[in-house]
């Protein structure tokens, strides 16, 4: 019985140990998120942490050219980058993070969409992307998303975007969903498939990572157009401003500059027909 | 049944040939290996660049360790709120007021039956729309409310199959000093089921740290999550994948043997307790299915 | 109510279950045949097939099944160019069905093992005594009862394993999960209708399942 006793004392104490543990834990997340409403003194920005080119997380330290416009715009409205706090915004809650006010700006990738509108506001956009493939650099073959037949094409789960190729394209392509483009960047090195499709820019910077560059081309045949735009809240008084600091990034050379940062080794040049883009106007 | 009843000790002859099969067979093995990482190499995987990453401190500093805590986080939160789960409906299941036992039952039987990455997704979604949860925080809240209500609805099961398996004198016991029918569950039966059921329990952790990694898919970047990050940055998402792998084998097997030398230290008194067709199995631990 | 009923017709909701039905169905199939092998293994003479099926059990219980399934598609064929089929949707269905099988005959193999336990040793004493070696003893003699033994843990496993073909979906298989979370993003309104239909979908596979082991085991049940 004694036993019987110490057992379950033991339980009890691992479980208020764990229970403790992950208290501290929503304790110390409830006071930094006071700290930043209250003193003004730094931004929070929301990024992607998986795309390489775009967003990524080095490891204690961000880079992309998301994140290098952001910096450009964060410095232009008085935010050194050691006041930018970084967080990270999944695709599918980028509305919901900025309607509960837990990030000021979005730079992610974030497409300008009337039904996203109903719920927050852009500036912007900085860059107009579009729908691409990236093929391997000495495929001749591929031009266009017409070439695609009996060809085999890539994308992530849940993802519409080669479906649509499929469909209006390319009948007789396969498809081939995995988690991450990631792995379809693996498998394209492997000769297990012949094209990647997203945006352009996201392709540019998969393929100019240390890892990739060489190996691949964006085929620069877009045959979509994405509008990323800089996620703000509805009443946010800030869109003008970004707006004139892009344009400045613009003016000044440092946004061409931060693209062919983020996507040299890609074979990339950006569709010059729609970029620079010209602001929309503010709400 | 020991096993080597089922052959005699080997004679001379009997010892060659299972030498030869000894030799036969770890040949076959290693030609499959072999077969394996040649493929492999053909590709590249297995070049110094892509391992690398892995022996500088900033791939574990940043990516490996920082994944291994969120892992760890959202099983060790799991674990807990699951066991809380399982006494709460496992007594429900074994209540005397029908209504209750029959809601308890209906409850355990569907989460047990849907599976864990269905709710997840769900959950995901779900919480996602404008819930008083923080936008940050709904990848981690999913996770753990999903490994909850399924692992819980298991361990709700082991509880009811554990004050089952006593003998109907401790309960006797119980009522005969007075106790009512629910003060004898709670101090004299489910506290002997716990301690009977105790191996069972440790190798659903398992099954609760492996399917914590299902939390990838809807952005709870934990030891899988970090592993692709930085796989997507070094263009070894290979192998990452397989020193995953073998971080989460090293836990679970960590976990498994804490189960097995429990149940050895347990075994024999609450072996003893239970009727024997609920005894667990003094080999080592029941299979853990998820 | 109307436009669930019209998401229902947009939507191949059956179809989709039917491929986790037959993926379930295959995968069972497979994986009782390996797990049986490695159960074999487990309990022979010779040490380096013990050794091999033990290490087999620890790495593929212990690893989550969706790092084996990525690896069944990214390591077997975009790297090994593993084809399984001419069809290219159905290599992918049957990768899955192998990463679903090698990850479920880890647990059939501990079933079986279980299985044995119950078998009492004056069975196998008397089938060395009639002169049976080891792989008639275990065939004819150990493993019939040790599977009636063992239909319960089996059933068990059965059920775990239907669910997990849900994890297929990052294998390029177009399964149950990956069409709710299509269907929860197009229609968020919905998404609680769209998750107890699938959930019940789950629950209708799976209760079946137990009702039927449940009375196999007490039918087939050794009285001892």
């Not at chain 3, 994986?31 to 593929?60: E, H």
């Not at chain 3, 599977?147 to 775990?160: D, K, Q, Y």
Request: hydrophobic letters at 50%; a negative charge; aromatic letters at 10%.
């Amino acid at each position: 019985m004694r036993n019987t006793r110490y057992a379950v004392a033991a339980m009890a104490a691992a479980a208020a140990l764990t229970l403790s543990a992950c208290g501290g834990d929503s304790g110390s997340d409830s006071a930094s998120g006071s700290a930043d409403s209250g003193s003004g003194d730094s931004i929070r920005i929301g990024i992607k942490f998986d795309q390489p080119g775009l967003g990524f997380d080095e490891g204690g330290s961000y880079s992309g050219f998301d994140v290098d416009v952001a910096k450009y715009v964060a410095g232009e409205l008085g935010y050194g980058e050691d006041q930018i706090e970084w967080i990270e915004t999944p695709s599918a809650q980028r509305e919901n993070m900025l309607e509960n006010d837990q990030v000021d700006m979005i730079f992610a990738t974030y497409s300008i969409t009337d039904t996203r509108k109903e719920k927050v506001a852009f500036a912007g956009p900085y860059f107009v992307a579009g729908q691409d493939l990236l093929v391997r650099s000495d495929d001749s073959e591929i031009t266009g998303p017409e070439d695609l037949n009996g060809k085999t094409l890539c994308s992530v789960t849940g993802s519409t975007s080669a479906q649509k190729v499929k469909d209006t394209l390319a009948n007789e392509a396969n498809l081939v969903e995995q988690p991450s483009y990631a792995e379809c960047v693996t498998a394209m090195q492997g000769g297990a498939i012949d094209a990647v499709t997203t945006d352009d820019i996201i392709l540019a910077g998969l393929a100019s990572t240390d890892a990739n560059k060489g190996q691949f081309k964006v085929v620069g045949n877009t045959f979509s157009e994405e509008k990323y735009g800089v996620g703000i809240q509805k009443d946010s008084d800030k869109c003008e401003d970004i707006n004139a600091a892009i344009e400045k990034m613009i003016e000044d050379g440092a946004w061409e500059e931060a693209i062919k940062k983020n996507t040299e080794g890609a074979d990339y040049t950006f569709n010059a027909d729609l970029n620079p883009p010209t602001m929309d106007a503010c709400a | 049944m020991s096993q080597s009843v089922l052959f005699d000790a080997p004679g001379p002859r009997a010892r060659r040939r299972i030498m030869v099969g000894n030799i036969l067979g770890t040949l076959f093995i290693l030609a499959l290996l072999a077969l394996v990482v040649y493929g492999l190499a053909e590709k590249g995987q297995f070049d110094a660049a892509k391992w690398n990453p892995f022996i500088e401190g900033r791939t574990w500093e940043y990516f490996m360790l920082p994944g291994l805590l969120e892992t760890l986080k959202a099983a060790g939160v799991a674990i807990v709120t699951s066991i809380v789960f399982g006494l709460v409906f496992g007594l429900g299941r074994l209540s005397s007021v029908k209504a209750i036992s029959w809601v308890a039952g209906l409850v355990v039987e569907f989460f047990r039956a849907v599976p864990v990455l269905l709710m997840m997704i769900f959950f995901y979604q779900f919480l996602s729309k404008s819930t008083p949860v923080p936008s940050s925080d709904v990848p981690f809240v999913a996770v753990v409310l999903a490994l909850t209500l399924y692992n819980g609805s298991v361990i709700a099961e082991l509880v009811r199959s554990g004050v089952f398996g006593l003998p109907k004198g401790q309960r006797e016991a119980g009522l005969a000093i007075g106790l009512t029918r629910s003060q004898s569950l709670r101090i004299v039966e489910v506290p002997q089921a716990l301690v009977a059921m105790l191996p069972a329990l440790l190798s659903q952790f398992v099954v609760i740290l492996k399917d914590s990694a299902l939390g990838t898919f809807i952005g709870y970047t934990e030891l899988l999550g970090y592993a692709r990050r930085l796989a997507s940055g070094e263009g070894n998402i290979l192998p990452a994948l397989l020193v995953t792998a073998a971080i989460f084998i090293i836990l679970n097997m960590i976990l498994t043997f804490a189960a097995q030398r429990l149940s050895r230290l347990l075994g024999a008194r609450a072996g003893a307790l239970l009727k024997t067709d609920e005894a667990v199995d003094p080999e080592g631990v029941p299979a853990p299915v998820r | 109510m109307e436009g669930f009923l019209e998401l229902f017709g947009e939507y191949d909701v059956v179809g989709a279950f039917w491929v986790n039905i037959q993926l379930t169905f295959w995968a069972a199939l497979w994986s009782l045949v390996l797990g049986t092998i490695l159960a074999v293994m487990r309990i022979s003479p010779i040490a380096s097939l013990r050794w091999f099926g033990t290490a087999y059990v620890n790495i593929f219980r212990n690893t989550p099944l969706t790092i084996i399934m990525v690896f069944g598609t990214l390591a077997l064929w975009s790297q090994l160019q593993v084809n399984l089929s001419g069809d290219f949707q159905l290599n992918f269905f049957r990768l899955a069905v192998l990463s679903l099988s090698v990850y479920h005959a880890a647990f059939v193999c501990e079933a079986i093992r279980s299985g044995v336990n119950t078998v009492p040793l004056g069975q196998a004493e008397a089938a060395r005594s009639i002169g049976l070696s080891f792989l008639p003893a275990a065939w004819l003699i150990i493993l019939p009862q040790a599977f009636r033994g063992a239909v319960a843990p089996l059933g068990n496993v059965l059920i775990a394993l239907a669910k997990n073909t849900t994890v297929a979906a990052v294998a390029s298989v177009a399964e149950a999960s990956g069409l709710m979370k299509t269907m929860i993003e197009f229609r968020p309104d919905l998404m609680t209708q769209i998750f107890l239909t699938f959930a019940l979908g789950f629950v209708l596979i799976v209760i079946p399942i137990g009702l039927l082991t449940t009375w196999a085991s007490k039918k087939l049940a050794v009285a001892r």
